[in-house]
T-cell receptor, first 110, second 116 residues
Framework: TQLLEQSPQFLSIQEGENLTVYCNSSSVFSSLQWYRQEPGEGPVLLVTVVTGGEVKKLKRLTFQFGDARKDSSLHITAAQPGDTGLYLCAGAEYGNKLVFGAGTILRVKS | EAGVVQSPRYKIIEKKQPVAFWCNPISGHNTLYWYRQNLGQGPELLIRYENEEAVDDSQLPKDRFSAERLKGVDSTLKIQPAELGDSAVYLC??????????????FGPGTRLTVL
């Protein structure tokens, strides 16, 4: 099983600041997904990136897939308290298996 | 449309006791997953079903864990006997498998298990 490392593990910022979360692996994935999970709930899919170098934007969130399809980043512009949560990246292995990183806990203070 | 339903939401048991979790996936989803999420970690796959068939159970501790998906719809995950290290959130997810590169999994809220 391939491993995904996320950094930082924990991030506490003020409302309005920008931040970037990283997801890295030594292995290639067929695609990579980002999920957001709130306490007491299951993860909810934010985006799937498939092509190396792909950039997707979802309002204030920008997702990028590395050229070699081994890493990804999530950038949030002007963070808001509603962005607080656990952000998980998950790489798709062949055979439809998702491998999750340990996650980044984001806290946005107002 | 209803999402993935799991019950119970919380369960507290003593070690060596049995426990079972139930999952009702989104209607029409042919693929069902059980994950375990330890505190501070991402979900780890325990078993994946395509319809009634368990196609990946390589991470399921078969000495104490069992699962079934009768008629390819609802599923149950059982632990017998439970150990202290089994304390975790057990998540169920379902998907309508279209392609490996574009497969959105929909998660239920999970069952938080505490083994005392």
């Amino acid at each position: 099983t391939q491993l995904l490392e996320q950094s930082p593990q924990f991030l506490s910022i003020q409302e309005g600041e920008n931040l970037t979360v990283y997801c890295n692996s030594s292995s290639v994935f067929s695609s990579l997904q980002w999920y957001r999970q709130e306490p007491g709930e299951g993860p909810v899919l934010l985006v799937t990136v498939v092509t190396g170098g792909e950039v997707k934007k979802l309002k204030r969130l920008t997702f990028q897939f590395g050229d070699a399809r081994k890493d990804s980043s999530l950038h949030i512009t002007a963070a808001q308290p509603g962005d607080t949560g656990l952000y998980l990246c998950a790489g798709a292995e062949y055979g439809n298996k998702l491998v999750f990183g340990a996650g980044t806990i984001l806290r946005v203070k107002s | 449309e209803a999402g993935v339903v799991q019950s119970p939401r919380y369960k507290i048991i003593e070690k060596k006791q049995p426990v079972a979790f139930w999952c009702n996936p989104i209607s029409g989803h042919n693929t069902l997953y059980w994950y375990r999420q330890n505190l501070g970690q991402g979900p780890e796959l325990l078993i994946r079903y395509e319809n009634e068939e368990a196609v990946d159970d390589s991470q399921l501790p078969k000495d104490r864990f069992s699962a079934e998906r009768l008629k390819g719809v609802d599923s149950t995950l059982k632990i017998q006997p439970a150990e202290l290290g089994d304390s975790a959130v057990y998540l169920c997810a379902s998907s309508l498998l279209v392609s490996f590169a574009d497969n959105e999994q929909f998660f239920g809220p999970g069952t938080r298990l505490t083994v005392l």
